[in-house]
């Protein structure tokens, strides 16, 4: 087997099986750039490694040998070689990219004697031995597995023996002396000293590399990110090019455009005279990449150039890492770079508008759960702030929490519903868990393109960085006086990089105009129509703002909680008598021809679906351990006023406690072993018809109301629970019955639907019966999916469900992903049977997989009309809709 591919051998498209650094730095050689030299160990061959427990494959040292060979060839060096030593690095590289979360050695071939000679023939020993105590430092911490606080520790106590403040002051004996230390303190941590065989190095190194695809937190990352665990990494060995010699040398990052807010412009990090990882880890806060332009105007241009001509090549923003030796520049690796929402979407629009991309493309670029981002929260600037400090505004959106000063405490409290802020001096890859847990991230440290920033972006989270009048010490911070300790409450805006003190209120999020531009492009392309979830005329108004196509699911229920409803409500359910019962119907029926009012004014000339009532009554009464308790409460009041006032205390507590120990009767009555399987939906409109008949009969008069002002009214009435067509038939001529009543009083016609939730399984497996009675199908696919699969919703999740999920019984959670398989072939044979009767049945999913990119690809797929989601989700569903025709 070809273990071994030399860069020229490589190309873009051999991603698979040279990872994405490798493929890149291969088709960055063919295209021409200058990259230093080198070979990638193939992706397989990790795989392999892995199937023969942990054993490099056969035949692959000897490939690798004979590829050092050629290197030393092209470079006029040689490997272990005192006079001419050759240096690689041996670089990690998945398929998918990882930022930072696998390992890489920089200066892999140096040893006691070689290092003499890189001093000699450099004419610069203080150069060589720094690039002597990384490798070590590296190695140990990579091979040898210590933990790099060692070295730093070292590294610290030297400088300060020696006075130096920082790195750069540090001088050839110092780095001498560290290195002498480095190599006691390998010995003491690992039980065996840093290999002074240069093969063995490399031999060594390839393992590692390997193996830190299965680091704690590689394998986080992946799981975060929905990265397959097969695919493994490739190793890149590349000969060394030097940042750290000299003050004309440097490392940087570069993107081709800003990743926060997709600004063309060239945006990125240079650090003189250092080594690549100081610049991502954020040891030093870097400079700005205009810098460079005063500094080194000449590999600045070129630098510009580079960038032009990549992101043409790739057709998308690139991030560049890049070393200058020497004012030369050579460029170290390029990918697609990571941005935020925002970013993403002006990105794809200017790239369209450039000739660069086709509409579509720019479609398929969205990552649609990204958006999630772009339509939330941000700092209301009327509001008062307190700002502490500035730092570097590194990942947009705004975030309000309690300070946390490590990541395991930022996971537990966030497990314990608390929201969180990060502040970190600077996080590294460990960290990532936390990151992930808090609701922003604060560095003291780093630059946009540390480690904290890169990831922060990635998910979505807002982030602070390299705010350095901020002091951490311990679990509190300073800035000046001010001291903020762990629990007390931050909040943070990546958008101007403001770090404020206490909590603020956060305010929606509007679509840009460029958002709005790829929006009306979605609109083009797609089939599947949006429409939303709402239950309020608030939601309804905001819904149609993101291109909502109408109401595909409006929740009386949800008006029967208001404070100003919920005690007719009560008093509707705990009636005793048909009258009874009758007068708080009519009390709640203005009520709720106000809602539809609303509702339908804000849809004006658009479809509002609306479901009637739903959920089993005893939702609505409080639950039996309250009242019992109040009524103990009740008895003991009234045990110590019989004491003071006997006559007048004892009569209230007598009314009050009668009350009380009728609402106890009710609710024990209206208990149900299995409510969600119990009296509810139709079953509630077929047992007391009277509530369904005022509902429908608020919803008319409201329609007649907002008829007679000009409102254009559209709607469609859907009945929930439906199992038997028998149901659906007597609930349908309730409704007509109800409608003639009330519009032959308005005396106007007036064209609705009646239609029907399709949520319990025997409904899905007799569609062509039931479309015989319906004019549409809305597929309930939270109450499908928990009948289908026999999923109590409300248990599972906390039960088992993780569990499944985690140990892969299941793919996803099916209450957020369709489980097209199953819950989906209920739908398509539903959708199909019911057409076969009528032919232009209106179809569509409603409920929490109506926002959700995969069960939308679905929809579309069997050919279903629409899609019902919340009113954020609507962009996304939009977009997604689109993406599924393309
Ligand atoms: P990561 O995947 O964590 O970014 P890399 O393999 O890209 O790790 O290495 C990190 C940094 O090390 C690079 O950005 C670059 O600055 C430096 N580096 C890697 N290989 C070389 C090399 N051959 N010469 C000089 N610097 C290198
Ligand atoms: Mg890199
Ligand atoms: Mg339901």
């Known amino acids: 087997t070809k273990w071994v591919f030399q860069f020229r051998e490589g190309s873009a498209s051999m991603k698979e099986l040279l990872g994405g650094k490798g493929a890149n730095l291969a088709e960055m050689t063919k295209v021409g750039l200058p990259v230093p030299p080198g070979f990638t160990v193939t992706t397989e061959a990790c795989r392999v490694f892995y199937a023969g427990g942990g054993v490099l494959p056969e035949g692959l040292l000897k490939q690798v040998f004979a590829a050092m060979q050629q290197l030393e060839l092209q470079k006029g060096q040689i490997f272990g070689d005192r006079k001419q030593p050759l240096l690689v690095s041996v670089r990690s590289g998945s398929v998918t990219s990882m930022p930072g979360m696998m390992d890489t050695i920089l200066n892999l071939g140096l040893n006691d004697d070689t290092v003499q000679g890189l001093a000699e023939v450099t004419n610069n020993p203080r150069f060589a031995y720094d690039c002597y105590r990384r490798l070590i430092q590296m190695y140990g911490n990579v091979v040898l597995g210590i933990d790099s606080y060692w070295f730093e520790q070292q590294l610290q106590r030297m400088k300060e023996a020696n006075g130096f403040a920082e790195e750069r002051e540090v001088t050839v004996e110092g780095w001498k002396s560290l290195i002498e230390q480095y190599k006691k303190l390998t010995e003491k941590h690992a039980g065996v000293p840093f290999p002074q065989n240069v093969y063995e190095q490399l031999e060594k190194a390839i393992e590692a590399v390997f193996l830190s695809w299965n680091n704690q937190r590689a394998i986080f990352y992946r799981k975060v990110h929905h990265i397959p665990d097969d695919q493994g990494t490739a190793v890149n060995i590349q000969t060394m090019v030097f940042g750290n010699m000299g003050d004309d040398c440097g490392t940087g990052v570069l993107f081709t455009r800003n990743p926060s807010t997709g600004d063309k412009a060239l945006f990125g990090e240079f650090l003189s005279n250092a080594q690549g990882e100081d610049i991502v880890a954020g040891i030093r806060t870097p400079l ?203 909040s943070i805006d990546g958008a101007t990089g403001r770090v404020i003190h ?7 999020a509007e679509i840009t105009p460029e958002l709005a531009q790829l929006l009306d492009w979605a609109d083009e392309v797609r089939e599947l129509r949006v429409l939303t979830n709402a239950d309020n005329p608030e939601d309804a108004r905001r819904a149609r703002e993101f291109g909502a ?123 149900e072993a299995n409510p969600m399987l119990g009296q509810r939906g139709c079953r509630l409109g077929i047992v007391f018809p009277e509530i369904y008949e005022m509902q429908v009969e608020a919803i008319f008069r409201a329609a007649a109301v907002c008829l007679s002002e000009g409102v254009r009214v559209v709607p469609e009435i859907m009945i929930p629970l439906v199992g038997h067509v028998n149901e659906l038939r007597l609930m349908r001529q309730l409704i007509d019955r109800v409608v003639e009543r009330i519009l032959g009083e308005a005396g106007s016609g007036l064209a609705y639907k009646v239609g029907t939730m399709i949520e319990v399984p025997r409904a899905a497996l007799t569609a062509r019966q039931i479309a015989e009675q319906a004019d549409f199908f809305s597929f309930g696919t939270n109450d499908l999916t928990q009948m289908t699969f026999g999923y109590s919703r409300d248990d599972a999740e906390g039960k088992f469900l993780t569990h499944y999920v985690e140990h892969k019984l299941l793919p996803h959670n099916p209450f957020q992903v369709l489980d097209t398989e199953g819950v989906g072939q209920l739908i398509a044979w539903a959708t199909e049977k019911g057409r076969a009767v009528k032919p ?47």
């Not at 962009?875 to 599924?884: E, F, K, L, S, V």
Request: hydrophobic share 40%.
């Open 288 to 490: 700005p990449i205009g810098q460079l332009e005063r500094e080194l105007p000449s590999v600045f241009a070129q630098l510009a150039q580079t960038a032009e001509l990549l992101e043409r090549h790739y057709k998308d923003m690139q991030d560049i890492e890049f070393t200058v030796e020497k004012q030369k520049l050579y460029i170290l690796q390029t990918r697609n770079g990571k941005r935020t929402a925002q970013a993403a979407v002006k990105i794809a629009v200017q790239l369209v508008r450039e000739g660069i991309l086709t509409k579509e493309e720019a479609l398929q670029r969205i990552e649609v759960s990204h958006l999630d981002q772009l339509l939330h929260r941000a700092i209301d600037s009327s509001a008062e702030m307190d700002v502490l400090a500035v730092g570097l505004p590194a990942s947009p959106g705004a975030a309000t929490g309690q300070a946390v000063f490590d990541a395991d405490t930022a996971e537990q409290w966030a497990k314990g519903g608390k929201r969180v802020i990060l502040v970190r001096s600077e996080t590294t890859p460990e960290d990532i868990h936390g990151v992930l847990a808090a609701e922003g991230v604060l560095t003291s440290r780093g630059g946009m393109t540390s480690h904290a920033a890169v990831v922060a972006r990635g998910m979505g989270k807002p982030c602070v960085c390299g705010c350095e009048s901020v002091r951490i010490d311990g679990s509190a911070f300073t800035v000046g006086e001010r001291t903020v300790r762990e629990g007390d409450w931050i």
């Open 549 to 671: 196509q109408g109401i595909g699911l409006c929740r009386t229920e949800h008006m029967f909680f208001g404070s100003d409803r919920l005690p007719v409500v009560q008093s509707m359910i705990m009636a005793e008598t048909a009258e009874e019962r009758a007068k708080a119907l009519a009390e709640l029926l203005p009520m709720q021809q106000e809602d539809f009012e609303g509702m339908f004014r804000a849809m004006d000339g658009l479809p509002v679906t609306i479901r009637l009532l739903d959920p089993p009554l005893h939702e609505f009464l409080p639950n039996l351990e309250e009242l019992l308790q109040r009524s103990i409460r009740l008895s003991v009041l009234e045990e110590l006023g019989a004491a003071a006032d006997a006559e007048d205390s004892a009569l209230a507590g007598a009314s009050e406690k009668e009350q009380l120990e009728q609402w106890i009767r009710k609710v024990r009555a209206l208990h």
């Open 502 to 508: 206490g909590s603020i209120t956060l305010k929606e």
């Open 840 to 886: 232009h049945l209106k179809a569509g999913v409603c409920g929490e997989h109506g926002g959700d990119k995969q069960s939308i690809f679905f929809c579309h797929e069997i050919g279903l009309d629409y899609v019902s989601c919340s009113p954020y989700r609507v962009p996304q569903a939009r977009i997604a809709a689109a993406q599924a025709r393309i």
